[in-house]
């Protein structure tokens, strides 16, 4: 679904703003059966626990990272949707994807109470700024039901945080109880979006109950013009499987996403772009062949 003006406009007041219904009910669907194939549900779970030894061992850490197996959850790291908001938000056509990972918790299975904090550390080396392409965005889709018993995500509006330094990152209860106050949890259906910024402050929660699971995917989006932030580059996966097929599938605006060139770039040649056919056999280089075209026309 295209977010609404209105929701930028609440996510820049509150800095957070939720989205019901961001997926459509197909594309949830396959978003869901990919992520069973990292992790099962908690009844399959605890129906079999002897065949997922990992999960009990280390129950706090169920995360895996872009890229995926099957391409479900790919697409929708790279949704149409996401890189609109992103653009729009931002100000700016150039927009990078940095982050894009999946995460499963089970009821019964670790701790996962946080205090407030923010998460910048590792998406920025010096600290936010929450205007124009300086700005970068935090998602959760959220995949399984959470209400108030499965481990709800709680943020505070920036209305009650504007005078709070950025640092320290990490602001404890018993030192901080008034900006606990001011938490609210995040409740969510099977694909609702929550959008959240670098300044906003929010902690993860336990669960109370005594079975269920929460299954959910994270993204970060920031503007590709400062090499100051970032929390991955994506060539480093260059070689992994997964990503060499998504790329040949992918669109061209979704391929710059991850910082593949879009047509019409500079880096374009016959060689390189022979060069990219030959590593990639499967991709569609007639945008790029076309755009390279256009600008021999024109003696560019």
Known sequence: MLIPDLTLDRLRHDGYAVVPNFLSGDELAAAQDNFLQYFPTSEELRARPQRFGAIYDDPEHLQVEFPFAGDALNHVATHPDLIDLATRLLGTEEVLLSQSAIWAKYAGLGDYEQGLHLDYQGNTLVVPREDGDYRQLNA?????????????????????????????????????????????????????????????????????????????????????????????????????????????????????????????????????????????????????????????RRGI
């Not at 990639?280 to 280089?285: E, S, V």
């Open 140 to 296: 959760i889709l959220y995949y399984s039901d959470v209400d108030e018993t499965l481990a709800p995500t709680h943020v505070v509006s920036q209305q009650h945080t504007h005078e709070l330094p950025l640092w320290p990152t990490h602001r404890t209860r018993r030192k901080n109880p008034e900006l606990y106050q001011h938490e609210r949890p995040i409740f969510a259906a099977p694909g609702t979006l929550l959008l959240f910024g670098m300044s906003t402050w929010h902690r993860a929660s336990t669960f109370t109950a005594d079975a269920g699971h929460r299954f959910t995917h994270h993204f970060v989006f920031r503007a590709a013009a400062h090499g100051f932030q970032g929390y991955h580059h994506w060539p480093s996966r260059g070689e992994s499987a997964d990503l060499q097929r998504f790329i040949t599938q992918a669109t061209p605006r979704q391929r710059e996403l991850l910082g593949f060139p879009r047509p019409g770039d500079a880096y374009w040649t016959q060689q390189t772009l022979a060069g990219v056919k030959l590593r990639y056999p499967q991709l569609d280089i007639g945008p790029y062949q076309q755009a390279l075209g256009d600008a021999d």
